[in-house]
């Protein structure tokens, strides 16, 4: 995860470094103004790079699980498959929604 | 014996003829002692008040003045006649007012005056009445031998009086939006006078343009007026500020959809200084000025130098040329302005791998297979 984080990281900074922020000064009007800097190839490459480093993860926790809690290994890949479903279909969802 | 009846026949005659005589020089004197005519010299169709005096020339006797009428036959009397005016004492004058109308042929016209006194003889008496329709001259005095566009030029139109005598109201106008003044009014213009209107004429743009004027005056009463049409050719100037654009490149803002920032240099190739200039990106439809850089003051341009630029602007997606526009002013401030179109290539999607630098692809690759290696090993482990 903290991997994660620092290549996002690198990767936000050589975005915003180029970007044009849009003067936002309507708050009703942050997401309509935000969401051409989601397009960017940049902002997408960062959130593909987020899911596969939380798929990572999510498999050291499995591990962890079953061993923590005398779990099957199929209890422990359920019990962590759920949540990162969600997360990962989620996040999905908004890289497509945003293209 | 014979001769007796003829001498006394002959007596009687002589007698007879001095005693009407006598009879007649007891009537009273009555004269036409001036008259006037304002305005002096009609033009045709105009109207004119002629003022006659008449005086009773008599040291003793009074004159009753019963009738006095105006006769003519190609000048038109408006005015009625006078009827039982009354009594003019010794000495006395009066003035009686009549309205004539000109035809429609210049000349010098006789119009009579009748004026019937009781115990006075009566007066037929011929007035000199001109028609002259002679107009103002109105001419260009001068006029410059180039004029040129967006610089003031000075015009001078001269009006003349040829008649022969004064006209009032004198006034020059025009209609030319370009024009300043619209109208310049002289006055009073006396016979063989002249005088000089001056105007300003300032075109917009090039090419033949002919300006109108209108002068209009007064002869007495009578409105009368006067055209001129001058015929001028404006071209460019030739030492005026010649702004023009060069390095032009537009680039796409990565974070903002469909912006692009323009970037270029503008150059002085006139011979005269450009101030105040200012880049701007023009009025259209899908067309957007955005911040940092909406307009962009660039300032003084001297002949032969240049400045660079950078405009910010977002487009639609089916906007294909973008307006420049380049403000600037002369020595005079008279504010110029010219448009220069930029062509914008619209991105072909959002999602173009061209956008993204090729290292960090090959980053995303690795770590991809570096998550899946590891995840793999992982479950071999076990």
Not at chain 1, 13 to 30: C, E, G, H, L, R
Not at chain 2, 135 to 151: A, R
Not at chain 2, 291 to 299: C, E, N, Q, R, T
Not at chain 2, 323 to 350: C, N, W
């Amino acid at each position: 995860m903290i991997i994660s984080g620092m290549i996002s990281a690198v990767l936000f900074y050589n975005f915003v470094s180029t970007a044009q922020i849009p003067v936002v000064t309507d708050p009703a009007k942050m997401t309509e103004a935000l969401e051409p800097l989601m397009k960017s190839p940049m902002m997408q490459l960062s959130t593909v790079i987020g899911i596969l480093f939380m798929l990572w993860s999510a498999n050291i926790w499995i591990f962890g699980l079953k061993h923590a809690r005398n779990l099957t290994t199929k209890n422990a890949l359920i019990t962590v498959a759920i949540p990162m479903a969600v997360y990962v279909l989620y996040s999905v969802w908004q890289l497509v929604r945003v293209m | 014996m014979k001769l007796l009846p003829l001498l006394l026949f002959l007596a009687l005659f002589v007698v007879g003829i001095s005693c009407a005589y006598a009879a007649e020089e007891q009537k009273s004197s009555v004269m036409i002692t001036s008259y006037q005519i304002s305005p002096e010299v009609l033009m045709r169709n105009d109207v004119s008040t002629v003022t006659v005096t008449v005086k009773n020339m008599e040291s003793v006797k009074s004159v009753n003045i019963k009738e006095a009428r105006m006769l003519g036959r190609d000048i038109k009397v408006l005015s009625d006649h006078y009827f039982n005016i009354g009594r003019l004492g010794p000495g006395e004058s009066l003035n009686l007012a009549f309205t004539i109308k000109a035809g429609y042929t210049d000349g010098i016209y006789y119009p009579k005056v009748l004026i019937e006194a009781e115990g006075a003889q009566s007066i037929r008496y011929l007035l000199q009445v001109k028609v002259d329709s002679t107009p103002l001259t109105i001419s260009v005095k001068d006029v410059p031998e180039d004029i040129f566009k967006g610089e003031r030029a000075r015009i001078e139109l001269v009006v003349g009086n040829p008649r022969q005598n004064t006209v009032t109201g004198v006034k020059i106008g025009t209609d030319a939006k370009e024009v300043i003044p619209s109208e310049v009014f002289i006055g009073a213009l006396s016979a063989d006078e002249s005088k000089v209107a001056s105007f300003n004429f300032t075109p917009q743009a090039k090419g033949a343009h002919v300006l109108n004027f209108k002068l209009e005056f007064k002869n007495g009463d009578n409105h009368h007026s006067a055209a001129l049409s001058v015929p001028l050719n404006v071209t460019e100037s030739k030492k005026s500020a010649e702004l023009i654009l060069t390095g032009l490149e537009v680039e796409s803002m990565p974070a903002a959809m469909n912006v692009y920032k323009i970037t270029g240099d503008i150059n002085n190739a006139g011979l005269e200084e450009a101030k105040s200039v200012v880049m701007k990106v023009g009025d259209a439809e899908g067309i957007e000025a955005v911040h940092p850089y909406k307009a962009y003051f660039v300032g003084l341009l001297s002949p032969d130098d240049f400045s660079s630029f950078e405009l910010d602007v977002k487009v639609c997606e089916n906007v294909t040329k973008v307006p420049l526009i380049m403000e600037y002013k002369d020595e005079d401030g008279t504010l110029f302005s010219k448009a220069e179109y930029v062509s914008i290539e619209p991105r072909q999607g959002t999602t173009s791998s061209g956008e993204v630098p090729v290292s960090v692809v090959i980053l995303g690759v690795v770590i991809a297979i570096f998550v899946i290696v590891a995840i793999a090993y992982s479950w071999k482990r076990r």
